[in-house]
């Protein structure tokens, strides 16, 4: 038919037949992105001043998944447990939980939430830093029921044929020299790793527990069945500390070189013990491995710089502040500085994202719990306060 056309209808219906032909393109292109999977293009606040790009091609299967997601991508800065939250449009872009990945947005804004529970990010942080920094081990405080621990494998089949005869005889166990040193040594190993300096009534708890455990240890001479146990154990985290200064543990060797035989004009040993308060953790850490007390101090002299910037690089200051942790530590616990001039040397201290990194770093509380109770003192100081002024007036 289009033969019988002349040239000028001819020319027409081509046109048409191509505008056709590039409006069925279109559609069939529309269709094909309304059945492919939406992308979504994600902005992740991964500290209160740093944020990542993060694009999917898929929505995750769930929010553990989209979790994962996030600790490979910004690895190791997220190697802590944490929640995610998310701008809500139906509430004008107010931050809620997320708890359903149906309610992910495909372009949104989500932001990490740290969770409260998560303890082992004071030693976790330790990770991301420029060289290596130990975790340290005063992670726990002392707990309500001290666990005992488990020892050799000729000891404990000892303890459980022995806990078998005092059951039916009351008869006690006579252990040997090695066997004692054994549950001593281990009973002490798990002590020293609540905390180095224990009072008297924390050695008491755990022979009472050593002793419960395994009653066929029991003294029969003593009131309590257990003041040998505690005496014993006593002079065991005496020895255990002396070998770990000796060592160079920095937690304990700083409450050596006092008064001896050989120095008796020095200090009491026993006046002015610089040990960990109670819930407080990471009292004196030792230097990372390969570093000094002078490589410390640079990072501390390229950190102050960088504050000092306009455009200060915070994953920077960051690593430099979480590397030289051990060095500040020093600096408070030898030195007593001066708030003022503590501040003047490590500025970073006062930027808002490091409050929360120090205080999880050096409590064994969560944030909110010690800021509750921080704000309770504030309130008995106020009153105290008041008190003395109305007096005086």
């Not at 014993?232 to 005496?238: D, I, T, Y």
């Not at 710089?305 to 020093?330: G, H, P, Y």
Request: aromatic share 8%; hydrophobic share 35%; net charge positive.
């Amino acid at each position: 038919m289009a033969q019988n056309l002349c040239v000028p209808c001819r020319r027409t219906t081509s046109v048409d037949t191509q505008a056709l032909h590039t409006a069925e393109q279109k559609v069939i292109h529309t269709k094909t992105l309304m059945a492919m999977p939406p992308k979504y293009l994600l902005r992740v606040y991964i500290a209160t001043d740093v944020a990542v790009k993060l694009t999917l091609n898929e929505r995750p299967t769930s929010v553990d998944e989209l979790i994962g997601i996030l600790k490979d991508k910004a690895k190791p800065r997220l190697d802590f447990e944490f929640t995610l939250q998310y701008e809500d449009p139906d509430f004008g872009g107010e931050l809620c939980c997320l708890v359903d990945v149906e309610d992910l947005p495909e372009k949104g804004t989500l932001r990490v939430v740290r969770s409260e529970s998560d303890t082992s990010s004071c030693g976790s942080s330790d990770t991301d830093i420029l060289p290596h920094v130990p975790v340290s081990q005063w992670q726990k405080t002392w707990p309500d029921v001290f666990p005992v621990p488990t020892f050799s494998y000729e000891v404990e089949h000892v303890l459980q044929e022995g806990n078998s005869v005092f059951e039916s005889s009351g008869k006690t166990l006579k252990l040997s020299r090695a066997q004692k040193h054994n549950i001593i040594e281990n009973m002490a190993s798990l002590m020293y790793s609540f905390k180095p300096y224990l009072s008297d009534r924390d050695v008491g708890m755990a022979a009472d527990a050593l002793i419960n455990a395994h009653p066929c240890l029991k003294e029969l001479g003593s009131a309590s069945g257990w003041y040998g146990w505690k005496i014993s154990l006593k002079f065991k985290m005496g020895n255990y500390r002396t070998r770990l200064a000796r060592a160079g543990c920095k937690e304990v060797s700083v409450n050596t070189g006092k008064r001896s035989r050989n120095n008796p004009e020095k200090a009491h040993p026993h006046s002015n013990i610089k040990k960990a308060r109670r819930a407080e953790v990471n009292f004196l850490p030792n230097f990372p491995r390969g570093q000094n007390e002078d490589s410390l101090e640079e990072m501390r002299i390229e950190m102050k710089a960088e504050v000092d910037r306009a455009d200060r690089n915070l994953q920077s200051i960051e690593k430099l502040m979480q590397t030289t942790f051990a060095l500040r530590r020093q600096e408070i616990v030898q030195g007593d500085p001066l708030v003022k001039d503590f501040l003047e040397r490590w500025p970073a201290l006062q930027v808002q994202s490091q409050v929360k990194i120090i205080i999880t770093k050096t409590i064994i509380h969560s944030l909110k719990v010690f800021s509750a109770h921080l704000q309770l003192f504030l309130l008995y100081w106020l009153f105290i306060l008041k008190r003395y002024c109305t007096h005086q007036m």
